[in-house]
């Protein structure tokens, strides 16, 4: 249902507002689908519970540059108000069509493969405020400095476990530890999300077929049809990619509670 009117624009209180009404009063048997297109980010992560030390995050119509941490709605709000909110018995899709996403749900089995115009391509990532780069900065200054300590340290014979980033996943294969990291799920959830690029990367949009939007909801609307809406996860999942592959650097990601579902139909 399409509204209009400032009650409900995209900012922060109307979308935690919508996801509470979403998830009021399921009942075992439904479907609840919630589907966010717009600009996405990364803060630094002040709870010790991103690998990565970034916490993803949305950003609504009515941020504040100044005020940025009070204004996002991060991955943590999404995982504790969305994913685990889900009564049992309930199917739940989120589509999240920005920035950054990769891990915005925080659950517990991914799945992406890497893709290889003159679209007029333009990223959703909104830059952090300078406060918040310089922390980055700060972040990875001591990151060095400690590694560097523990490499001196074991060359003076010293048996010291030196700091690690996290691995990088093997975008070929299944992942199903890193996402969890900053929340994860009961793996009995019905739950998937589809985001429209890993945690590095930007989502585009672009003007496709005669109009302006997300490149990743275009290639899910367009796969859908394709598919007569009738499909799996996983095939949804590889039709998108081929859709955006050779014109897009983005890599969609399927995440969900459990890998068998990845092969479950999507509208049944």
């Known amino acids: 249902?399409?509204?209009?009117?400032?009650?409900?624009?995209?900012?922060?209180?109307?979308?935690?507002?919508?996801?509470?009404?979403?998830?009021?009063?399921?009942?075992?048997?439904?479907?609840?689908?919630?589907?966010?297109?717009g600009h996405g980010s990364q803060v630094p992560d002040t709870t010790?519970?991103?690998?990565d030390g970034k916490t993803e995050v949305l950003v609504p119509l009515d941020f504040d540059h100044g005020n940025w941490e009070k204004t996002f709605i991060s991955?943590?709000?999404?995982?504790?108000?969305?994913?685990?909110?889900?009564?049992?018995?309930?199917?739940?899709?989120?589509?999240?069509?920005?920035c950054h996403s990769g891990t915005v749900s925080n659950v517990n089995v991914m799945r992406s493969l890497d893709l290889e115009d003159d679209l007029d391509i333009k990223p959703r990532f909104l830059q952090p405020p300078e406060w918040m780069i310089?922390?980055?900065?700060?972040?990875?200054?001591?990151?060095?400095?400690?590694?560097?300590?523990?490499?001196?340290?074991?060359?003076?014979?010293?048996?010291?476990?030196?700091?690690?980033?996290?691995?990088?996943?093997?975008?070929?294969?299944?992942?199903?530890?890193?996402a969890a990291s900053a929340g994860g799920a009961d793996p009995d959830v019905e739950y998937w999300s589809f985001s429209g690029c890993r945690d590095d990367q930007t989502s585009a949009d672009a003007s496709l077929d005669g109009m302006r939007q997300g490149a990743f909801t275009w290639g899910y609307l367009k796969s859908m049809q394709e598919h007569n809406y009738d499909v799996t996860f996983s095939t949804l999942h590889n039709s998108i990619k081929s859709k955006l592959a050779g014109k897009f650097q983005q890599v969609p990601i399927l995440a969900t509670t459990r890998e068998s579902r990845l092969n479950a139909k999507v509208m049944r």
């Open 75 to 98: 991955d943590q709000f999404i995982n504790q108000n969305l994913v685990r909110a889900i009564p049992k018995g309930v199917k739940t899709v989120a589509i999240f069509d920005c």
């Open 1 to 37: 249902r399409r509204v209009h009117g400032k009650r409900n624009h995209p900012t922060k209180a109307n979308i935690e507002a919508g996801i509470a009404w979403l998830t009021k009063g399921l009942q075992p048997g439904d479907l609840a689908v919630f589907h966010y297109s």
């Open 134 to 178: 310089q922390l980055f900065e700060q972040m990875v200054e001591e990151f060095l400095f400690g590694h560097q300590q523990g490499q001196q340290q074991g060359q003076q014979g010293q048996h010291q476990q030196q700091p690690q980033l996290p691995p990088k996943p093997n975008q070929q294969q299944q992942i199903t530890d890193g």
């Open 48 to 51: 010790g519970k991103e690998n």
